[in-house]
T-cell receptor
């Protein structure tokens, strides 16, 4: 049972297009929502993150939209570039006595065609 | 260079042969964690450590052991590997167990158990 569901599993977008990845969560106790980017042969790296009291966060071409009532959040990659081709993971975390435990979505493989 | 290192990067072994995957970080981080990555399932936490001599189970701890005798090292031990432990393993660390502390991932260890 995945607590964070991510879709689509893969997507292909033309250079300059918009990539959109969606995630839904179940546990309302999650209080931090990071996105990780992973290139082949590498570990995931933090891309951008949002707290649930904010509806949108933008960093360069990357934007997170957050809908607390729907328990959904999404990543938009504007003006997609071939260098953005990677696997993207959404995640959610709860800070507790057990520390900052990350629960990941299943991942989305993005291919940007030149 | 601040980094998380893992060794070996690739390992093929046979069922039942004990193995250890090492993880080391040079950032003086308190929190360390092990994940396994499987297609469609994202990353799932195996074990984590809040500090030296403090470890606890994550979501999928069965068949794994860890130890944290030094702050920088957090080895993952498979005492009797089985084929269902064939996976891509990542070690991660963060400054503390704080809710928004970024987790830094190692490059991964691809394990095949025959």
């Amino acid at each position: 049972q995945q607590q964070v569901k991510q879709s689509p599993q893969s997507l292909i977008v033309q250079k300059g297009g918009i990539s959109i990845i969606n995630c839904a969560y179940e546990n309302t106790a999650f209080d931090y929502f990071p996105w990780y980017q992973q290139f082949p042969g590498k570990g995931p790296a933090l891309l951008i993150a949002i707290r649930p009291d904010v509806s949108e966060k933008k960093e360069g071409r990357f934007t997170i939209s957050f809908n607390k009532s729907a328990k959904q959040f999404s990543l938009h990659i504007m003006d997609s570039q071939p260098g953005d081709s990677a696997t993207y993971f959404c995640a959610a975390s709860i800070y507790s006595a057990a520390g900052n435990k990350l629960t990941f979505g299943g991942g989305t493989r993005v291919l940007v065609k030149p | 260079e601040a980094q998380v290192t893992q060794n070996p990067r690739y390992l093929i072994t046979v069922t039942g042969k004990k193995l250890t995957v090492t993880c080391s970080q040079n950032m003086n981080h308190e929190y360390m964690s092990w994940y396994r990555q499987d297609p469609g399932l994202g990353l799932r936490q195996i074990y984590y450590s809040m500090n030296v001599e403090v470890t606890d189970k994550g979501d999928v701890p069965e068949g794994y052991k860890v130890s944290r005798k030094e702050k920088r090292n957090f080895p993952l031990i498979l005492e009797s590997p089985s084929p269902n432990q064939t996976s891509l393993y990542f070690c991660a660390s963060s400054l503390s167990a704080g809710g928004t502390d970024t987790q830094y991932f190692g490059p991964g260890t691809r394990l095949t158990v025959l």
